[in-house]
């Protein structure tokens, strides 16, 4: 099947979410996509919900699994389009345009990204998706995943989403495809989704295992901690400080930060930072 795209709706209890999430996928204006839509083994009326919209689904399945992850490794599992999609219940494509316009410009590289709409019960921001991904500014933010399609062949070179992480797994993804699998990244000026601040990666509550998280993801893949960000922090903001740096990239070189920098491929000077 020549199919290019696959958008996979991930969901448990949250049936008034999913009513969302099904409006904003079937009243597309560019139909012909894979939709697939993982429900783990819901008792509030979602399974019998996806039932009665069963024949606008291309797959679903509705059973206990071991967590969001799980359930998003499902999808991929038996996706078949050359891109895939996450706007999982709750979250909404952005208008009946959105894949109309995006479609086409699903080609060459394995992530592309465009911009995500942020809704609170107080407000509301269109959030620009990154024209380039910085290491350092990855240990503090994240791409978006509602707005980012990925090359479903970047799974198989990379690996599926770390089900052992509770909040992180997407950003780890992430993180390793560009940083240690090399894989290609491109941002275009359409907006994918709107997404609401009330899930668990939003709440302030879990901050501190996202900071967790993301910490053990560094140290284990990049030997690079906290303290090492801490002082590049302080290194940018200095900018007498900056001046020695540019003046002394070669000495510099081999400092352990640097070195490590360097090793990765993202350090050329300091403005890559």
């Known amino acids: 099947m020549n199919l290019k795209l696959t958008i996979i709706t991930i969901n448990y209890n949250n049936l008034e979410g999913l009513k969302k999430t099904f409006e904003s996928v079937f009243m597309q204006s560019l139909q012909g996509f894979e939709y697939i839509v993982i429900d783990g083994g819901s008792s ?63 080609y060459g590289e394995d992530m592309i990204t465009g911009n995500l709409q942020f809704i609170s019960s ?48 997407d950003w780890k993804w992430f993180l390793l495809a560009i940083f240690k699998y090399k894989k290609s990244y491109r941002k275009i000026e359409h907006t994918i989704a709107k997404f609401y601040l009330d899930g668990i990666s939003a709440s302030t509550e879990n901050q501190s295992l996202i900071r967790k ?6 140290i284990e893949y990049f030997n690079f901690s906290a303290i090492d960000f801490i002082k590049i ?18 000495s510099l070189k081999n400092s352990r930060l640097l070195k490590i920098l360097y090793q990765l491929g993202i350090f050329k000077a300091y403005k890559y930072l």
Not at 213 to 218: D, K, L
Request: net charge negative; with cysteine; hydrophobic share 35%.
């Open 44 to 106: 509030d009326g979602s399974k019998e919900y996806i039932e009665e919209r069963a024949d606008k689904i291309t797959y679903w399945v509705s059973e206990p699994d071991r967590g969001v992850y799980h359930a998003m490794n499902k999808g991929i599992e038996v996706a078949k389009g050359e891109y895939v999609l996450f706007i999982n219940s709750g979250d909404e494509l952005y208008e009946k345009s959105t894949l109309e316009n995006a479609i086409p410009q699903l």
């Open 122 to 169: 107080t407000h509301e921001y269109l959030g620009i998706g990154r024209a380039q991904v910085s290491f350092i500014e990855m240990y503090h933010d994240t791409i978006w995943h509602p707005s980012t399609f990925i090359k479903r062949e970047a799974f198989e070179d990379t690996q599926l989403y770390d089900e052992q992480l509770k909040i992180c797994s």
């Open 213 to 218: 998280e993301r910490e053990q993801t560094f």
């Open 233 to 250: 922090d302080e290194l940018l903001n200095d900018r007498k400080a900056l001046k020695v740096l540019e003046g002394r990239l070669d």
